[in-house]
Structures are given as C-alpha cells and as structure tokens.
C-alpha cells in the first residue's frame, strides 16, 4: 500500500477544471502582479476568518517579516515566542535585528505557555524568578510571537492577558492553523496581526510559495500594503520607508480560489481522519495521540503523536519506514538549540518540555483524502512496533 504523507494529487483531481479554468483567465488578462484576484482572495479569507483585513503576501515568512516590520521591530527589541516550531518563526525576529527569547510549551498542546511567558517577561524586566533570557544585554520586551502548532490554537485568552500587562503586540503565526477555531473564533484573527502561509503542504496551500497576513486595524493594514512594496508611499515613486518584494503571485491566487471553494469540507474531512487515528491508536502502549482541548478546534496540519521514548519512537519510525510510510519529526531540535542562534547563549535543558517532545514525537500522513483502511493499516505497524 502507497500511502503518501500529504495526498495533493487526490484534491487536484476534484478541482481541477475550476484551477485551469482560474489560471487560464490569468493568462487571459496578463495581470501577473496584483492582478485582480489578489484582492479577491484576500476579501474572501478575511471574511473566513473573521478580520476586517487580508494581505496577500509571498510567503508565510514574509507575512511575518511585513507584521515585524509594520510594528517598527528593530535591534535592542525582545520578542518572546515558543521553540518548539519551524524556523522561520524566529528567523524573521533576528532578519529584524531583534532578539528572539525563548518560552518553553504545554506538554498537551505543544504551544506556548503562558504562565511561563509571563514569567519571562517578569525576568526580563529584573524578577529574579529562574527563567531563563538570552545572553543579550538591555533588551525591551516588546511583543509576542505565539505559533498555532501543527493546526492547534494557542491560549490566546490567557497570551492576550499577558500581552495587555505588559503592553505588548501580538503575532499569530497561524501558518499551520488557518481553519482552526479558539473558543468561538476562528485561527487568523487572534493577534493584532495574523500570519498564515499558503505553502503546499500547509492545509490551504497553492502551487508555489503563499501567504496572508490578517488583522482589524486601519493603520496596520496601511503599513503592511507599504512594506509589502518597497515602502511605497502615496506616490509611487516616493518611498517613504524601507520595505520587501513581498506580494502574492497573481497566478498562487487563482489558484487558492479553487481550493477555497472547498476547503471547509476538507476541514470537516481532516476532522473525521483524525478521528479516526484517536480511536486506533487509543490502546497503543506508551504512545500518546495529541488531543484538543475543550472549545478548540484543529485543523490537523500535521497529526503528531509521542512514542514512550525515543527508542520507541526509532522502532516505530523503522517499521513504518520498511513499508514505505513516511513519519517526519516536527521538530527535532527547538529552536534555542539551532547553530544559528547559538550566541544566543541557551543550552540543552533551557526548554525541556519542548526537548523533551523533540524527543519523542513523530508524524504519520494526514490528509483529508486519507482512507480508514489507510489508517487501520498505519496504526496496526505503529501497535506491532
Ligand atoms: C510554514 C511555516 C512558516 C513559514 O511559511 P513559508 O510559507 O514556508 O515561508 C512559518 N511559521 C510556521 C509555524 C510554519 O509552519
């Protein structure tokens, strides 16, 4: 059995005439930049999520680049966001010449925890409370980077009462988590802004490199559109501040509108795969299924289970492994422990619950089209491993 670990041949065969049909027209009227559909999309995913504004932009990077940048992050600036997430995450914040800190996850939810966010920014402002900061003198803490990981919302209830204590901004990285729902709400319109990433593999993906920031805010929306296009100002050819080539493709639009057409539904499919998972693999010993909290919705971007051990987990990557079944680590080293923070000055023991997960988790195919018989299979390897 061929079991891909994201299926997107499956998806471009149900819409397929509708994304040759939107690329054509593209083709048609030669807009290639800041065609029309750009605008479309961007109008169609911010009533999704519920925000009053959409930025399409190039990438999910460059969405939170454009979010940095529109909130004036510059060197001596603190940032504090979680380790346990893709890179880019706290690249951008040191691209800006800030200085990413680190606060540790919840062992359930893998995403920031507040308590111990609160407390670092305590630490930063002179508690002598046992956080850790980086090796970086005269820092001010100015915002918060929170990550929807692998689909889940973060707290944002309690890493907005944090925020609002200490007059901080806050990014949602919900580059994972576009379709995802907190306590009413929908992922992509918890922070002041909200960075989301159309790349392939991401639940809304296009053909290429993607993203979108969103938020409610007049002035931020009008200083993203600036940094989006080399600073531009109200006359085009008067830049009035520093910016990036960061816009979405014209061609990555049209695209997107034929799979947003159905993209509530896959939402609702991967809901029922993951489902599916918890029931088979309830009874597995020593392997925890990742769960969602109560009011919470995943949209599944990734479904990551922890094996006992990491030597549980080699035997159940071995096994999967011998029958073609790809189970990728998301993420084997946190970010406070990446060579290229190094001077940054954290060891091994900094974050221990995120050490402790890189250690242990791992991911199996997730996809709205995967079959139950797919997933029977996986899971009866996972019990004999
Ligand atoms: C994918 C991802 C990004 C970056 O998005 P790109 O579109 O690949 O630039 C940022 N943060 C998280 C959490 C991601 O998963």
Redesign the pocket.
Known sequence: MNIPFIDLKKQFSRIEKQVRGNMDAVLEHGAYVMGPEISAIEGRLAEYCGTKHGLGC???????TLALMSLDVKPGDAVFTTPF?????AE?IALMGATPIFVDIDPVTFNIDPEKLDKTIEALKGADNGMVLPRVEGLTARGIIS???FGLPADYEAIKAVADKHDLFLIE????SFGGEYKGKRACSLGDIT?????P??PLGCYG???MCFTDDDKLIERLRSHRIHGMGPDRYDNVRLGITGRLDTLQAAVLQAKFDIFPEEVDLRDKVADTYAELLADVEGLTAPSVPEGYRSVW?QYCPLAKDSKHRTRIQSALQEKNIPSPIYYPIPLHLQTAFKDLGYQAGDCPVSEDAASRIFAIPMHPYLEREQQEYIAEIIKKA
Request: charged share 15%; proline share 0%.
């Open positions: 190039a990438s999910g990077t460059d969405a939170l997430t893709f890179f880019a995450t951008t990550v929807d990981i990285d919900a580059a994972q960075c989301t990433s159309f790349f593999a991401k490199d993607g993203g971007a």
